[in-house]
């Protein structure tokens, strides 16, 4: 095993355990998540570090190997919605890597813990996924899963009731980013009112009170800016219950 093998090698050993089931890195096999991560270059990113902002002329991607990342889009001018969480085992930037348009979205390193990456330039991604026809058809499901929360998200926010909306919004990141505690789900990312509004299309005020119900439940307790679920299924069950869950 040369250098940059046993490198790739280790920084796959110390972060792989924390990535969550399903996520692209997480679904690839040994060989094949090794070479990905030789093809580019680690970088490490601290909180309030910005990997790529939007409407940039960037093409590179990012494989994330720890911590969270904020996804984040203009609203006219006037402020920054929460679009979306990533974690450890996603993959962002392989929009504008795959057509070379402007950057879609900013994205922000956001966890207590650094980001650790790896970077890959859109000619090296491009040669990867002429190699490894696997890991393209892997990532073309991987972005057609997006855009299908995205638009389940939009219908969401014009069709349903607040307090729907945040249950739902509560219900995914507790799924993607919780950590059990003592019979509750502790979502591992700071989250304000304001960012939670935006993420579902209401004002602070209209998730503050949302979120008050939902305590005053027995569902959901705030702890600064984290957020604690406490009984999941119930959640579920009041977030769905007008539909199926996806």
């Known amino acids: 095993m040369d250098e940059a093998e046993a490198a790739a090698t280790k920084l796959i050993r110390d972060?792989?355990?924390?990535?969550?089931?399903?996520?692209?890195?997480?679904?690839?096999r040994p060989e094949v998540l090794r070479a990905l991560v030789m093809a580019g270059e680690p970088v490490a990113f601290g909180k309030g570090e910005r990997l790529m902002v939007e409407g940039e002329r960037t093409t590179d991607v990012f494989l994330l190997m720890s911590s969270f990342v904020k996804v984040t889009g203009g609203i006219g001018g006037t402020g920054e919605a929460l679009?979306?969480?990533?974690?450890?085992?996603?993959?962002?930037?392989?929009?504008?890597?795959?057509?070379?348009?402007?950057?879609?979205?900013?994205?922000?390193?956001?966890?207590?813990?650094?980001?650790?990456?790896?970077?890959?330039?859109?000619?090296?991604?491009?040669?990867?996924?002429?190699?490894?026809?696997?890991?393209?058809?892997?990532?073309?499901?991987?972005?057609?899963?997006?855009?299908?929360?995205?638009?389940?998200?939009?219908?969401?926010?014009?069709?349903?009731?607040?307090?729907?909306?945040?249950?739902?919004?509560?219900?995914?990141?507790?799924?993607?980013?919780?950590?059990?505690?003592?019979?509750?789900?502790?979502?591992?990312?700071d989250l304000t009112h304001v960012e939670w509004g935006t993420m579902i299309s209401c004002s602070e005020k209209t998730v503050e009170r949302a979120m008050a119900d939902l305590a005053r439940d027995g569902l959901v307790e705030r702890n600064r800016k984290r957020s604690i679920v406490r009984n999941l299924e119930a959640l579920r069950t009041l977030a769905y219950a007008d539909g199926p869950s996806p």
């Not at 972060?15 to 997480?26: H, Y």
């Not at 859109?122 to 995205?150: C, H, I």
């Not at 389940?152 to 990141?173: K, P």
Request: charged residues 25%.
């Open 15 to 28: 972060t792989g355990e924390s990535w969550r089931v399903g996520s692209f890195l997480a679904e690839l």
């Open 83 to 189: 679009l979306a969480v990533r974690a450890g085992g996603d993959v962002v930037g392989e929009i504008a890597a795959r057509d070379g348009g402007p950057r879609t979205a900013t994205v922000t390193a956001c966890g207590q813990e650094p980001v650790r990456a790896v970077r890959l330039s859109r000619q090296g991604t491009d040669q990867f996924l002429v190699d490894w026809p696997e890991v393209r058809l892997k990532l073309e499901r991987m972005v057609l899963a997006k855009f299908r929360t995205s638009t389940m998200r939009r219908v969401d926010n014009s069709s349903t009731r607040a307090r729907i909306r945040l249950a739902r919004a509560l219900v995914t990141m507790a799924e993607d980013f919780g950590t059990p505690l003592r019979g509750s789900t502790v979502i591992q990312v």
